[in-house]
T-cell receptor
Framework: GNSVTQMEGPVTLSEEAFLTINCTYT??????LFWYVQYPGEGLQLLLK?????DKGSNKGFEATYRKETTSFHLEKGSVQVSDSAVYFC???????????FGQGTRLTINP | DTEVTQTPKHLVMGMTNKKSLKCEQH?????MYWYKQKAKKPPELMFV???????INESVPSRFSPECPNSSLLNLHLHALQPEDSALYLC???????????????FGPGTRLTVL
């Protein structure tokens, strides 16, 4: 079945540091890939998505590229801010499926 | 606009109470979802409605009863809950693109439920 594996957290960085959160997946067919962010006490917000191989999703300085050859969708940001502190979930949606498969989430803390 | 609204924001109930959670979207989406999220875990799918019909029930106990009165509204009726049901309940919606993986789910802010 489909699955998503995220790097384990928590991750703690200083402001302006470079961020990478690793995400790899297992899926049949051609899934879509998503990053969602959850700020404390809130619901999930869609951060970015990619629907086919080599697509790059981007939003608010975050980027992720759909790499079919390595089955990866790593999240990157060049310079993080304190306001980026949150939990980040990688997820996939398989062909014809209504189910999102989530990774376990990575808690990110940015210190000033 | 990609807004999904949920009420109430917080709910405290006893094990003998009956309460309801509400979810609303005005994006013309035809699929709506209920998720349960425990602390430090990803959301777990509970129910999916597609064109106002229940299409997925992830073996959820009958003390949770979903209802979709129309294409914009989704309710979750709660009765005789247990303390372990305390969690954040999230609603989501999506366009419902047939046989497509590109459908994107948009989430509401959630209802924080505490069962005493």
């Amino acid at each position: 079945g489909n699955s998503v594996t995220q790097m384990e957290g928590p991750v703690t960085l200083s402001e302006e540091a470079f961020l990478t959160i690793n995400c790899t997946y297992t899926a049949t067919g051609y899934p879509s890939l998503f990053w969602y962010v959850q700020y404390p006490g809130e619901g999930l917000q869609l951060l970015l998505k990619a629907t086919k191989a080599d697509d790059k999703g981007s939003n608010k300085g975050f980027e992720a590229t759909y790499r079919k050859e390595t089955t990866s969708f790593h999240l990157e940001k060049g310079s993080v801010q304190v306001s980026d502190s949150a939990v980040y979930f990688c997820a996939l949606s398989g062909t014809g499926a209504q189910k999102l498969v989530f990774g376990q989430g990575t808690r990110l803390t940015i210190n000033p | 606009d990609t807004e999904v609204t949920q009420t109430p924001k917080h709910l405290v109930m006893g094990m003998t109470n009956k309460k309801s959670l509400k979810c609303e979207q005005h994006m013309g989406h035809r699929a709506m979802y209920w998720y349960k999220q425990k602390a430090k875990k990803p959301p777990e799918l509970m129910f999916v409605y597609s064109y106002e019909k229940l299409s997925i029930n992830e073996s959820v106990p009958s003390r949770f009863s979903p209802e979709c009165p129309n294409s914009s509204l989704l309710n979750l009726h709660l009765h005789a809950l247990q303390p372990e049901d305390s969690a954040l309940y999230l609603c989501a919606s999506s366009r419902q693109l047939a046989a497509s993986s590109t459908d994107t789910q948009y989430f509401g802010p959630g209802t924080r439920l505490t069962v005493l």
